[in-house]
């Protein structure tokens, strides 16, 4: 439980520190390798899902399976 | 008041959201279609079926999918082997989600119906997700509602009702031009009938044949769990390939400890094909109240034999192949692959008996079985 | 320790700095450079001097940029005559997915090759597609970040009005 409220502090944190100054050190141009298909985190949302509905149906552990985002900075 | 510690972090997490810097604009999931066929085999139960799911925009702000999915249940587990009949059964869920896209963040809701003879559930969820730090974070927050009703095919009056709430954060950064990681937390809170209505735990009586008893199952009224997943993605340059790993903790108030890792390696040959191996090691203490023999009738407040409780390890080595085919034959379409996907699983038990094998009461050999997990489907972007 | 953060989160709230949406008007030179072409020549922003020039820098990787492309092309092939020039500034180390691209989806205009990425860092990229909009003086006066359908009616509105002043 103290690690939820370290994260909830965290997000406090960083918007009184103003991070509105942080550059991206990743330029939107030198994206190409995270646009490609082997890293995309949700290739096939189909199948993840079947997998993950698999295994919790097994398992006692649920949650915590799956995030999206990463993309392209396309936009 | 796990509930309301959930919905403080998330409520101060959703503010920060709001209050962060914004990327330039998200986009909208691709339009896709969706055709998978999916076979379990394992402890003698086959559960076959298919998944259909179809996404589409609605002008430039919405996309809405939706997928139906069925389980055909054929079982002789092991649960039905020591003390029940084998069954068939059927299982069906539809789902219907949309997002909006509204400035920088997109918004999505959605429902799901899951519905068996004597099992029905329903979930709604809400998520926000926000790119943020120039595009190389992405954060996403969603609260998710159920609803169960359970019965008993056996009992037409029996009926029982579970909820369920569901808090997720995520995030998904880019640390080099080459890496990403990504972390999740999820914390769950059930409460109300949360056992199976027809399971049963045993208990040592002299008097019977056997040397032991049956008595039904009886789970605590609440639970609350949560998990912590840490995952990364790297890019190599041979194929294009990029091998990936992620791990989770769980716990939860019933007492339930486990952990589960995962490595792949995903290989792209000359963009017609695609190789992603991986191999998943999950690893579980037995809740506090789980016993395969309990001493005698009614021995504690609460009663467990459910082997998905005990302690147990799986390990599962899986193997994916794509291959993307030309689509020129159907102008419409962006792109289609055809995929199959093939998980062995091996699952051991520490303290779950196999009563069929024989032997005295709590002298059976444990439990132990392996699954083969087949998928065939067919993937259409347009 | 958690209210304190909400009451922080509250009065940043109040004096909260809105992000720089979508397309931005500005006024300032264009600082000039020169990039291969597909045949390997050398090409200079000065040759186009006097031109009204549409800047686009884009990846094949970029889905928002491909999209983009056949609808740059229109534009290119409407005011060309007129005064207006389009140059698509390719971000990619590798040249050959672009090409495969291009081949795809040919284009009339110049596609130039920014594979040491200088002119998009010259140029500020800060999202893929980025649209730079110049007058006849090589002076910038409309940039657009990202693309989302409609933003060509912004290119041809603002394009239209710099060839008239």
Known sequence: MRTLILLAVLCGGLVSAGCSNIEPWVKPYERANLASEVMKLDRNPVSGSYMNHVHESREGARGASGSSGGGCGCN | ?382 | MKLHTLNVARSVLATLLLVVAGSGQTSSEAPTFSLPDASGNEVSLDDFAGDVVLLNFWASWCGPCRAEMPLLDQLSDRYGDLGFTMLGINVEEDSALADRFLKGTPVDFPILYDRANSVSQLYDVVAMPTTVILDRQGEVRFVHHGYEPGYENDYQDQIRALIRE
């Open chain 2, 1 to 382: 008041m796990a509930r309301q510690r959930f919905s403080r972090l998330i409520a101060v997490a959703l503010a920060a959201l709001v209050l962060l810097p914004a990327a330039h604009a998200q986009v909208l999931p691709d339009d896709r279609f969706d055709l998978l066929y999916h076979s379990y085999e394992g402890d003698q139960i086959t559960i076959t079926g298919p998944s259909l799911l179809a996404r589409k925009k609605i002008g430039q702000k919405v996309s809405v999918s939706a997928n139906y999915y069925v389980d055909e249940i054929s079982s002789a587990s092991i649960d039905v082997r020591s003390y029940a009949s084998p069954y068939t059964e059927k299982r069906n869920e539809f789902s219907l989600s949309a997002d909006y896209l509204v400035g920088e963040t997109i918004l999505t809701a959605g429902y799901t119906n899951s519905d068996e003879q004597d099992f029905e559930a329903q979930t709604a969820f809400f998520g926000v997700a926000q790119e943020v730090f120039g595009g190389l974070t992405t954060v996403n927050l969603s609260y998710a509602r159920g609803w169960d009703e359970i019965g008993q095919v056996t009992d037409p009056e029996f009926f029982r009702e579970a909820d369920r709430r569901l808090y997720r954060l995520g995030l998904s950064q880019v640390i080099t031009k080459n890496l990403l990681l990504t972390f999740d937390f999820e914390g769950i809170t059930d409460e109300g009938f949360l056992n199976n209505s027809y399971r049963q735990v045993r208990f040592l009586d002299a008097n019977d044949a056997r040397g032991y008893r049956f008595q039904p199952e009886l789970y605590p009224e609440t639970r609350t769990s949560s998990a912590f997943s840490l995952g990364g993605r790297y890019f190599i340059g041979a194929g294009p390939s990029a091998i990936y790993a992620n791990a989770r903790t769980y716990s939860d108030t019933w007492g339930i400890a486990a952990w589960n890792a995962e490595l792949g390696y995903t290989y792209s040959l000359r963009s017609k094909w695609l190789f992603d191996l991986s191999a998943r090691h999950y690893s579980q203490t037995a809740a506090d109240f789980y016993s395969d023999l309990y001493p005698f009738e009614n021995a504690q407040n609460f009663l467990g034999r459910d082997k998905e409780i005990s302690t147990f390890t799986n390990t599962g080595i899986k193997l994916d192949i794509t291959y993307d085919f030309s689509v020129d034959i159907f102008r419409f379409l962006d792109r289609g692959t055809v995929n199959l996907s093939y998980n062995y699983i091996m699952f051991e038990y520490d303290d779950f008996r196999n009563i069929p094998a024989g032997g005295d009461p709590g002298e059976e050999p444990l439990f132990e079985f392996n699954a083969d997990v087949i998928q065939v489907y067919l993937s259409f972007w347009f």
